[in-house]
């Protein structure tokens, strides 16, 4: 099982940013396309951005569009959240995910880390 770790989370106050990132164990993320996701208090688990396996495409929930940005640098191994225009309705814990392809179900899953956005 691949092992996927996540950075900390954190507390932002709304209209900031804050980028989360996520690095593999044992095993190169150019060999999997990458996936963010979240859950909020009382809510079920959603899609946040995708990015394919090759790099080249990526997608977006209509809530964070022009918001967030996933990107992936193969040289340092880690994909990244960037978040900006943080809203109070971001608040959630966040997932990162990796599958085998791009069509594939989402296999690894991250441990979680909380972002609590402040009003």
């Known amino acids: 099982q691949v092992q996927l770790v996540e950075s900390a989370g954190g507390l932002v106050q709304a209209g900031g940013s804050l980028r989360l990132s996520c690095a593999p164990s044992?095993?190169?993320?150019?060999?999997?396309?990458m996936g963010w996701f979240r859950q909020a208090p009382g809510q079920e688990r959603e899609f946040v951005a995708a990015i394919s396996k090759s790099g080249d495409s990526t997608y977006y929930a209509d809530s964070v569009v022009g918001r967030f940005t996933i990107s992936k640098d193969n040289a340092k191994n880690t994909v990244y959240l960037q978040m900006n225009s943080l809203k109070p309705e971001d608040t959630a814990v966040y997932y990162c995910a990796a599958r085998d392809s791009d069509f594939d179900l989402y296999k690894y899953w991250g441990q979680g880390t909380q972002v609590t956005v402040s009003s």
């Open positions: 044992g095993r190169t993320f150019k060999d999997y396309a």
